[in-house]
């Protein structure tokens, strides 16, 4: 099966699970279908960048119904599963016509991906390192400190561009985050979006896990990451079991969306 032919078949299988759904929401459970169809456009979102572009993939993404009947619950469904398969439809006409899109996908490489995780990974390993090595200045000159999450961000970020050229500032507001926002890093190319936060007395496992599931969910949606690094910067020990709370956190990856948890110092 050659690429644009497996790249047809993958969209098209798409659209007859979305036949599926609206059949089954018909004679069956309708709030069901909603949830099934929630999942199937993040699903979808996800293929489409990788088999495609991420540019199409923020298409679908974007596809919502312009207005609801509060009179015809089932027709508001439908008329949203329309809507996507509509999109569906021209996509696959347009990958007929031009085959080069499916073969210049945003796809990266997987050397490229396992060596920019290592860098990645070893800043993150040494961040406490060179943190301590901040406070020791010279001729007695007042040191720098880390006091919060915003310092993290900071410096991570400053190493982080050592590494690599592309690096863009990732900024939202989760449910979480009281009204400020917070900042991640993309690495365009990579792939890669990188996550920071830092323990303190009232922020430990507990708030810090919940925080990293609705970051997860958020990321597992975003067409241009395909790994999401979570680091953990614990100078005061609070995590008390590293090892499971990371294997809690990275059990949620698939095979799409790889999630590395990189708690410092352990």
């Not at 709030?31 to 540019?55: H, M, N, P």
């Not at 210049?104 to 997987?110: F, G, K």
């Not at 990451?225 to 609070?238: A, H, K, N």
């Amino acid at each position: 099966m050659t690429e644009m032919t497996s790249v047809l078949a993958e969209l098209e299988q798409l659209r007859i699970d979305l036949a599926t759904i609206l059949r089954d929401a018909q004679s069956g459970d309708l709030q069901l279908g909603w949830e099934r169809l929630d999942r199937w456009k993040d699903r979808s979102v996800r293929r489409i960048s990788t088999l495609v572009s991420s540019k199409e993939a923020a298409r679908l993404r974007k596809k919502q119904l312009g207005a609801f009947s509060m009179m015809d619950p089932y027709g508001n469904f439908r008329d949203l599963v329309e809507l996507y398969d509509s999109y569906m439809q021209t996509l696959i006409e347009e990958v007929k016509r031009d085959p080069g899109l499916a073969e210049s996908a945003d796809q990266v490489d997987p050397d490229r991906l396992e060596t920019s995780l290592s860098r990645v990974r070893r800043i993150c390993e040494r961040f406490h390192i060179f943190v301590k090595q901040l406070r020791q200045r010279h001729d007695g000159r007042p040191g720098f400190d880390v006091d919060d999450e915003y310092d993290v961000q900071d410096l991570l970020h400053a190493l982080v561009k050592i590494q690599f050229d592309d690096i863009r500032p990732e900024e939202w507001t989760p449910s979480y985050a009281g009204g400020s926002a917070r900042m991640d890093f993309l690495l365009k190319a990579e792939k890669i979006v990188v996550e920071a936060k830092k323990t303190r007395k009232n922020h430990r496992e507990k708030q810090i896990g919940e925080e990293l599931l609705i970051d997860i969910a958020k990321y597992a949606q975003h067409a241009d990451c395909r790994s999401l690094v979570c680091f953990i910067y614990d100078p005061e020990g609070f995590i008390s079991n590293p090892t499971g709370f990371r294997a809690d956190l990275e059990k949620q990856s698939t095979a799409q969306f790889r999630i590395v948890v990189i708690i410092n110092p352990t």
